[in-house]
Structure formats: C-alpha cells, structure tokens
C-alpha cells in the first residue's frame, strides 16, 4: 500500500524538486547527500560498514560512500567494476570490496582470481571453482542459518526456501574445499532478509557465535549482514541502532573471549543507508474515473520503480503543482498508475496485485507526483521494459545539484541491435 504525505520535514522541498523537474525533465531520481552521511553516523558503531551496493550502485553515490570510510559489497562483474570505478582499491586495510554470492560464472570467477577478490561463498561450488583457479584464495563463508525473515517473502534469504548461502548444516564440507584448496577464511556471514526484526536478530547473533565455535577455526571477522529496515510509512518506527549493535557486538565479545583475539564485527547494509535519501520525480499526464476508480497516470512506470509491483510495497507519495507548492485540497481516494501497457503498473497496490486507492489531494494535468524513500532498490531495479530508457540520476548536496547519470536515450536503446546492421 502506497500512502499519502506532505514534504514538511523532507530537505528535498517541493520547490527545489520542481525546479529540478524543469532542469533534467521528469521522471528522474533525485538524492540527498547529506541525508545519505547522517544515516552512515548512525552505524559508526560497528568496525565495518560495508555498503550493499545493488541498492543504489551509482558510482557517484559509491564515490560519496568511499569518502566517508564505507566499504562496498558487489554481487556481479557490474558491480565489482562500479566499486573500482569508484576509487575502491581490490586490497587495503579489511578488504575493500567483497564479492557476495550464490554461483560464480566463468567471467565473474576469471575478475575475482585476477584482483584476487575476498569471496563471500554462497554455495560450496563456488570453494571449490575459486580453490581450484585460486588456491589460497581470501573467502567468507555465507551461512544460511535455518530461518530468515523479510518484508516479504520474496525478500527472505534464510531458511529451506531460500537460495542464498551454505546451509547450516553443510558447514564441514565446507571447511574441507576451504582445507582442500588451502583458502584463506576471513570469516562467517549471516544476512537473513530485509525488514529487521529483533527476535529473528537474537537468534542469528546466537547462530553466528554457534557456527563459528562449530567451525573450530580462527575467524578474524564476523559479518552481520544488512536488513535494517526503514519507515516507509508515516508512524512506522525506526531502527533502534544502538540496540542493534548491542546484540551484535555481545556476539562478537563473546567470540573474542573465545578466541583470544579481536574480531572485526561488519555490517552490510544496503536500504538503510540511502532509501530515505532518494526521491522520484514525475509528472500528471492523465486522469480518468474508471467505475468507481479515479486513476491519476504519472509518467513514471514500474520499469522505473518495480517495489510496488513486485512486492506490493508502499510509498509516500505527495502532489505538488508545477511550481513545487504541496497540493492540498479536495482530498479523493487515487489509484496512481503509470504509462506501462501492463495491469500491475499500478504503484497503489497490494501484493499480489490488487490496487488499492490512497487518499491524495485533487492532481492537476502538470502536477509532480513525488515518490519518496526510492533511494533503495529504485534505479537500481529499473529495466528498459516497453523500450523506455533509463532515468536521470541527481545528486543534492547543499546548494548544489549535479547529474550523476544522463537520461539513456532512445537510441542508445537502440544501437545494440542497429550497430550490427
Ligand atoms: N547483504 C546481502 C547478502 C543481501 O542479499 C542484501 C540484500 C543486503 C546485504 C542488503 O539488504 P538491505 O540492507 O538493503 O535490506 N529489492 C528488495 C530488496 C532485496 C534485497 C536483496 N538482498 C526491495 O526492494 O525491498
């Protein structure tokens, strides 16, 4: 469910978004560097914050996590070179850049043995074939600890219906292709899902102190995975960040005491650092009562923001008119739809599909319709579906305003397939 709200509190104001939607058009994403820093305080806490980059991997936005002393996850070949791309050096001091993931294709595996780039295993397959091109290769070890939790259940990465890591129980023959191929084990992992949940929390922190104890080895390292949640609707609480970090680091004490050494406690989050930083612009194109629905259409489509339709996800929304002053009046339950020939290009929906009316104030042909919390999983999750090209990306610092990413056009779509003739 998507739901209305007014920019009151928000840096990026109506009219600042409005003349920004006369500078580089609409849709577009616009973020705020400074709110991106404040959310990076909050996790000063831990020794390692490594930054998920699948949720907002434009370089910039990593350039910008680099100068604050973020490290960076990369899940593909795109994101390793994005990382690099960024200034990110392949080795330095806690390992600048790890690879997370469930298989390695041939490319990937080639990149990683050439930088020699910390692995943070997802399957014992991937021991094995980074052991066998690599041997004495850095890797983490990714535990699938039993049971995870998420906003929804296509965001759950623990338990039997998951993919994603070694299973608990796989540990040892885990440790033999580690054995086998004289790698080196930096340490154990555990990311269970998005959207925080401090009893699920309690039992990883539990989990983690039992697998490394079950391992026998001398971890150095230990990594709490990302999924700290944010307030997507009005009244929704934030993270407790301090209690998160409580928990994590009893865990690691009482590795430390154990192994006689320290243990660099990491954390990973991807959403938590930038999705309140991020907005998406668009602007009233059509409206139309059909039966009992009044649909207002924006020029924005799940291409662009896939959350809503891919997981019935929620955003506040607020209407402005063209000169960014919030629009007010004549409040009237809306389906805010966009411009895809598909059904669910619907942003007010449920999961599963059904839409689902909001309350929004009355919307002019010219309005903008401001998506807020997109700075996660927004750009990053778009597609060129119906052949629309990918978004501007701007980033706000202060005063100032730059593009970080031109708008693709049309062409460029195109010359994939017309530069062969
Ligand atoms: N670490 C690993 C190994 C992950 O798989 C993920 C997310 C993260 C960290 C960061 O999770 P976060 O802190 O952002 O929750 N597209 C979905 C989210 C998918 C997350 C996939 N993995 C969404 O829009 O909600």
Redesign the pocket.
Known sequence: MTTATTLAADPLSGPRLARLAERYGTPAWIYDADRIRAQIARLRGFDVIRF?Q??CSNTHILRLMREEGVLV?A?SLGEIERALTAGYQPHGADEPIVL?ADLLDRATLRRVVELRLPV?AGSPQMLDQVGTASPGHPVWL?INPGFGHG??R??N?GGEQSK?GIWHEHLAESLELIDRHGLELIGL?M?I???VDYGHLEAVCETMVKQVRLSGRDVRAISA?????VPYREGQPEVDTERYFRLWDSARQELERELGHRVRLEI?????LVAGAGVLTSEVRAQKPVGSNHFVLVDAGFNDL??PA??G?SHRVSVLSPSGEPRTEAVRDTVLAGPLCESGDVFTQVEGGDVEPIPLPSARIGDLVVFHDTG??GAS?SSNYNSRPLLPEVLVEGAEARLIRRRQTVAELLSLETELG
């Open positions: 998920a699948k949720a996850d899940v997370t943070n990714r906003h929804s296509k965001t990465t994603h992992h990311h899902g998005s959207g995975g990302g999924g700290l949640s990973e989050p991807g959403r938590f896939m959350r891919m997981y996800s996660a999983y999750m």
